[in-house]
């Protein structure tokens, strides 16, 4: 038997290679992306692979692609799961599973596998992923199938000589990529434990981060970021710039209880510095440059997008149509957003755009007003003139 596993070189996925030989007396051929999570050399993690004893190795940067198919929609369509965590291992899982299935049939294979929990979101997610561009690809998930605990993990693995830089001691299970990180588990699955900086890696604590605000300024194109500062640069690049700045001052850190897939409520921590300035500000942009019944119709698309991108469910039509109506927004969504970091809090301070629909003219009270004032009285009566029909109801 041959399975392709997507291989991160952490605890569980470097345990399934050996558990895999084992069970099932299969070939195992890893694969590796990088997303941004700047895990080391891949070419070690390779090696690392093959001294575990995988017959082939495969190591992909996706980081582009990333950007381009995956964090872009997220953008367009303010992704966030349950108003606070941006989706950034939601988003990667089904980049992961399309080159599981590339690699599976570039390679002959007879199945693939993950190292996703049974309790988790991310089996969904790429058991769906894999089914929906390949329903005959077996999906094996072997820590859904073996009875160890996370400390008998950790002691078989010491028992094979696979190395992890997992202990006892530090038991927080990460994910990382350009889009945020993740951590559970451990002291974190007290609600009322307050996250350690040992699971912090991304952000500076806010109470230790710069006493003087720092300035930054993001220009969009058609509801996209291109330019930091005003200095036009690779997508890729701008996002981890922003992460490293946003970072140093305590901005993107989430610690929420949210609700799983399969029913459970979860404690999980996120650092998301990129994520949350992107987002905040092009939410802003659009206010000011979608109509006001779009700024309004569209947040439930987005609340939409994002559950369905959670769920594992990329490949649904509905997750398509919903898209499409998002994108044709961007259109108009073109402009500088000026933020605010100081302390851990990202706040928008100035906004323009060449696409506006802010009239200074409009909106003054000063000099200038080109407002008709004396329209607003008929505009009242026409208005309410319901309430006002109700009202008389009430008293006869």
Known sequence: MKIVLAYSGGLDTSVCIKWLEEKYDAEVITLT????????????????????????????????????????????????????YPLATALGRPLIGKWMVDIAHKEGAD?????????????????VTVKALDPKLKVIAPVRQW???REEEINYAREHDIQIPVTVDDPYSYDTNLWGKSAEAGPLEDPMNEPKEACMQLTAPPEQAPDEPHYVSIDFHRGLPVALDEKVVDEVELIKQLNQLAGAHGVGRIDMIEDRLVGIKSRETYECPAATVILEAHKELERLCLTREQNSFKPALDQKWGELVYYGLWYEPLKDDIQSFIENTQKYVTGKVRLKLY??????????SPQSLYDLGLATYDKGDSFDHTSAEGFINIWGLPSRTSGERKKR
């Open 111 to 127: 199945a693939v596998a993950h190292g996703s929990t049974g309790k988790g979101n991310d089996q969904v997610r790429l058991d």
């Open 343 to 352: 302390k851990g809090s990202c706040t928008v301070v100035g906004r323009e």
């Open 147 to 149: 009875p160890m605990t």
């Open 33 to 84: 992306m990088e997303l941004g999570q700047e895990s080391g050399d891949l070419r070690e993690i390779e090696e690392k692979a093959k001294k575990l004893g995988a017959v082939k190795t495969y190591s992909i940067d996706a980081q582009s692609e990333f950007v381009e198919n995956y964090i872009n929609p997220a953008i367009w369509a303010n992704g966030l799961y349950e108003g606070k």
